[in-house]
């Protein structure tokens, strides 16, 4: 796309050590702009960002897509950041319709658009150094079997999958609550479909609080269960049976068995936190969310040995009020 030639990601930024790097998602950051939320993610001392293609973020869509591509990857250098690209922008394709068009859809255009999207991301993907695109199937439309949902899906990610091949990115699917690909057993049925691609081309993005969602296993099994695939992580606060993402501490999650799980598993992607509904306390939750985590990753050594110390469990978060309308 912009003929400057992928990137290498950077190396382990050694405010984090040699363990796991963390992250914060630019779709919780969407009242800041990108350059401003870059900055607000370096200064706190994040490794990198969780950037989604969006109208207001690297809108993948409007014209000078190169150029804009290149000031973000020099941003990207300055900072010292690394990245990974998301693509869950609700409205970026279709904006009377959330997610829309879906890999899904009945009309073979509107897949098509999908698809080309998902391209145009593994383009910016290689363009930025990124570990690896995101996406995720889309909902089961109405009247639609699931055997042809999967045939649908399977065929749409062929032509990413060449492209991801073609670039060198790895793309990482993401289970994800209401949708035909909702689960881990989901995930390894979509590898079926494929004929079992290579691990490095087909990935997983593992969102934590999805896992305490709906998974059977515990959070910590499903890192474990999901380490071969693992090539994305998002992460935050949930309740079992409710979708809803939360900061830290307002769900049911023990993360320091969750961090000692990815760190065991030699996991080297971003950890990202996930918060698309808290953009409007963006700022004061990027500041929290990664305290949070480094007193968590402080906790790890007890549990990964099984003897909790008294106080290390870090505090839950406070949530900042939203002053308006988010």
Known sequence: ??????RHPH???ARQGDGLRFGYGTNGLTDLRLDDALDLLADLGYAGVGLTLDHMHLDPLAPDLASRTRHVARRLDRLGLTVTIETGARYVLDPRRKHGPSLLDPDPQRRAERSRLLIRAVQVAADLGAH???CFSGITPAGTSDDVAWRRLADALGPVLDAASGAGVPLAVEPEPGHLLSSLADFHHLRHELDDPDPDLLGLTLDIG???CLEPLPPADCVRAAAPW???VQIEDMRRG???HLPFGDGEIDFPPVLAALAAADYRGLTVVELPRHSHAGPELAT?????LRRAQAAVPAAATGRPQP???PAPLPVPAEGGTP
């Open 11 to 13: 190396p382990v930024d």
């Open 230 to 232: 693992l090539r994305h």
């Open 132 to 134: 690896a695109v995101h």
């Open 210 to 212: 999805h896992c305490q």
């Open 242 to 244: 409710v979708h809803e």
């Open 288 to 292: 929290r969310s990664i305290d949070f």
């Open 311 to 313: 106080g290390s469990a």
């Open 1 to 6: 796309m912009s003929g400057t030639g992928p």
